[in-house]
């Protein structure tokens, strides 16, 4: 989705599950979600271009996100100001993998949720997992991990319980909402390096 500027800001889920379960939770309900965000921003101009990508076998070793991060040149690189990275939602409120998140972008998402009062939690899970942003970490590119794990429902990833049933519709509604307003806020707020107060 074009912006006037020559910046970009990329929002990633993948789209492959394990054998285990329909994959609904893990992760259809990132990538179904693309759809709904491009179509959220495309009525008003934006500054950054906006890059939705739905990702191919994140649970074989981020092939997806390995290949596309691999292969940007640097300057490509250089003018992707942030990744949305967008796993296993609706099991609950939005989560953000905060250890493993750009701060500045934490920072402005907990800052928005509180100013449209909709829920957000830092929820930290190393050692659990690992998702499409690190192949765009390893190119120097900021990025934020959006999930909905917690110890309470960790049970359901990876087995025959991840199924629409398995689903909070409400919590899912939320999270949308939320990563939509976060994209308008990112587009108007993120500055090119050059750009930044000194």
Known sequence: MPGTGDNAIVV?????HVRAGDGVVDNWSGASLL???Y????????????????FTDEEKGFVGSSFYA?????EEAARIQGMIDVDTLGLGPTEIWVSNS?????????????????????MNVD???????????????????????TAQNLRIIHTDQDNLAAMNLDDYYDSYKLIAAYLV?????LKAPDQQPK
């Open 185 to 189: 806020m990112l587009d108007a707020e």
């Open 70 to 74: 691999k292969q940007l040149s640097k």
């Open 35 to 37: 759809p709904s965000l």
């Open 39 to 54: 179509q959220s921003l495309s009525s008003t101009p934006r500054q950054h271009t906006f890059i939705f990508i739905s």
């Open 127 to 149: 050692g659990i997992g690992d998702s499409d942003g690190r192949s765009f970490k390893r190119r120097k590119i900021p990025i934020i991990t959006l999930h909905s794990v």
């Open 12 to 16: 990633g889920a993948h789209f492959d």
């Open 102 to 122: 750009d701060p500045g972008l934490v920072k402005m998402l907990e800052a928005l949720a509180s100013t449209i009062q909709l829920p957000v939690n830092g």
